[in-house]
C-alpha cells in the first residue's frame, strides 16, 4: 500500500486503499478502471479545465434521463462500448448468426401471429415479405423457434415512440417454427433514421464531425429450447449509412438483400438464422 499520492504512483495509490474483503471480482474491476482512468488521464495531460467539462457532460448525460429514455445508455452505443460488451459476450463459430445491440424499442409480449401474416398495422410504407428458415450449425431445421421481430414505421419512428399517433403493436410480432423451421411474415422495408440528438450524447457526435443516423433495419430475437438466444438485425442493401451506424451495429454478415418484386408486396428480403446450441462456448 501508498500511503501518499504522488502522479507517478497514482493509480496504485487509489487501488492500494481497497480493503481485503472485497468482492475478487469487484476489485478485478475497479482496479484495471483505475488503472485505466489514470494512464488516460496521463496520456492526454489532462487539463483542469478539460476535466470539468467532462464533469459537466456526465452531469448533463446524467440529468436528462428518465423513464423514458437513457443518456448513459446512448453514450456507450455511441461510443461502441455496448457493441463491445455484446461482441466479448457473444462469440459464436463461423457460420452462426451474429448478434448485435438490443436497442431501447422492444416490448415483451408482441403477439404472436400465423405465419405470413402482417405486421404493418398502419398501412404505411413499401411492403415487405421477410422469409426464411431457422436452422442449427449443421443445416437442420430447428422446430419451435420463437422469431420476435420489430421494426420502425416509415417515418423512422417506433410504436412506442408515437403512443396514440401508431396502433399498439405496430410493426412488432412473433412466429413460431414449424418442423421445417420456416418463418414468413409481411412488414414494411425499413428506413433510416436519427437516434436522438437533442441531449449531451448529441452534442458530442457533432463537436466529433459524426452523423446520428442508424442504417434501415428489421430487429430479430430468435429463441428456441436448448439453443443460444440471437439479439440481431438485418440491414438494408446499399443504406447510405451502413458503414458509418452512429452505433456502430452493422456486421458484414448481417446484410441483406432486399428484391423489388412484382403484385401487392414490393419487396422480398430472404434470410436464414443459424443457432448454436446452448452449451457451446467459443
Not at 453514450?75 to 463491445?84: E, F, R, V, Y
Not at 400465423?114 to 443445416?139: A, F, P, T, W
Given at each position: 500500500?501508498?500511503p501518499?499520492?504522488?502522479?507517478?504512483?497514482?493509480?496504485?495509490?487509489?487501488?492500494?486503499?481497497?480493503?481485503?474483503?472485497?468482492?475478487?471480482?469487484l476489485?478485478?474491476?475497479?482496479?484495471?478502471?483505475?488503472?485505466?482512468?489514470?494512464?488516460?488521464?496521463?496520456?492526454?495531460?489532462?487539463?483542469?479545465?478539460?476535466?470539468?467539462?467532462?464533469?459537466?457532460?456526465?452531469?448533463?448525460?446524467?440529468?436528462?434521463?428518465?423513464?423514458?429514455?437513457?443518456?448513459f445508455?446512448?453514450?456507450?452505443?455511441?461510443?461502441?462500448?455496448?457493441?463491445?460488451?455484446?461482441?466479448?459476450?457473444?462469440?459464436?463459430?463461423?457460420?452462426?448468426?451474429?448478434?448485435?445491440?438490443?436497442?431501447?424499442?422492444?416490448?415483451?409480449?408482441a403477439?404472436?401471429?400465423?405465419?405470413?401474416?402482417?405486421?404493418?398495422?398502419?398501412?404505411?410504407?413499401?411492403?415487405?415479405?421477410?422469409?426464411?428458415?431457422?436452422?442449427?450449425?449443421?443445416?437442420?431445421?430447428?422446430?419451435?423457434?420463437?422469431?420476435?421481430?420489430?421494426?420502425?414505421?416509415a417515418?423512422?419512428?417506433?410504436?412506442?415512440?408515437?403512443?396514440?399517433?401508431?396502433?399498439?403493436?405496430?410493426?412488432?410480432?412473433?412466429?413460431?417454427?414449424?418442423?421445417?423451421?420456416?418463418?414468413?411474415f409481411?412488414?414494411?422495408?425499413?428506413v433510416?433514421?436519427?437516434?436522438?440528438?437533442?441531449?449531451?450524447?448529441?452534442?458530442?457526435l457533432?463537436?466529433?464531425?459524426?452523423?446520428?443516423?442508424?442504417?434501415?433495419?428489421?430487429?430479430?430475437?430468435?429463441?428456441?429450447?436448448?439453443?443460444?438466444?440471437?439479439?440481431?438485425?438485418?440491414?438494408?442493401?446499399?443504406?447510405?449509412?451502413?458503414?458509418?451506424?452512429?452505433?456502430?451495429?452493422?456486421?458484414?454478415?448481417?446484410?441483406a438483400?432486399?428484391?423489388?418484386?412484382?403484385?401487392?408486396?414490393?419487396?422480398?428480403?430472404?434470410?436464414d438464422?443459424?443457432?448454436?446450441?446452448?452449451?457451446?462456448?467459443?
Amino acid at each position: 500500500m501508498i500511503p501518499y499520492f504522488n502522479e507517478e504512483g497514482s493509480a496504485d495509490a487509489v487501488n492500494g486503499r481497497m480493503g481485503p474483503d472485497v468482492d475478487p471480482r469487484l476489485a478485478e474491476i475497479f482496479t484495471a478502471l483505475v488503472r485505466h482512468l489514470h494512464a488516460f488521464a496521463k496520456e492526454v495531460h489532462l487539463t483542469q479545465e478539460e476535466w470539468e467539462a467532462g464533469i459537466a457532460f456526465l452531469s448533463r448525460t446524467g440529468q436528462i434521463c428518465s423513464e423514458e429514455r437513457q443518456e448513459f445508455i446512448l453514450l456507450s452505443d455511441t461510443l461502441g462500448l455496448s457493441m463491445l460488451v455484446d461482441a466479448i459476450n457473444n462469440r459464436r463459430p463461423l457460420g452462426a448468426t451474429e448478434n448485435t445491440v438490443f436497442g431501447p424499442f422492444h416490448v415483451d409480449g408482441a403477439p404472436v401471429r400465423q405465419m405470413g401474416d402482417s405486421i404493418s398495422l398502419d398501412g404505411k410504407g413499401e411492403s415487405c415479405l421477410y422469409e426464411g428458415r431457422v436452422i442449427d450449425l449443421n443445416g437442420e431445421p430447428i422446430d419451435g423457434a420463437t422469431v420476435d421481430v420489430w421494426s420502425d414505421n416509415a417515418e423512422g419512428f417506433y410504436d412506442v415512440q408515437q403512443p396514440g399517433i401508431q396502433p399498439k403493436w405496430n410493426n412488432r410480432g412473433r412466429f413460431v417454427t414449424g418442423s421445417d423451421g420456416k418463418y414468413s411474415f409481411v412488414g414494411i422495408k425499413p428506413v433510416s433514421y436519427p437516434i436522438p440528438d437533442d441531449g449531451p450524447v448529441g452534442k458530442m457526435l457533432s463537436h466529433l464531425g459524426r452523423h446520428p443516423y442508424r442504417p434501415a433495419h428489421m430487429h430479430y430475437m430468435v429463441t428456441a429450447p436448448e439453443f443460444r438466444k440471437i439479439v440481431t438485425h438485418i440491414f438494408v442493401d446499399g443504406d447510405p449509412y451502413l458503414e458509418s451506424d452512429a452505433v456502430f451495429g452493422v456486421k458484414k454478415t448481417l446484410i441483406a438483400s432486399f428484391e423489388p418484386i412484382q403484385g401487392d408486396i414490393a419487396w422480398r428480403s430472404p434470410f436464414d438464422f443459424v443457432m448454436v446450441p446452448e452449451e457451446h462456448r467459443s
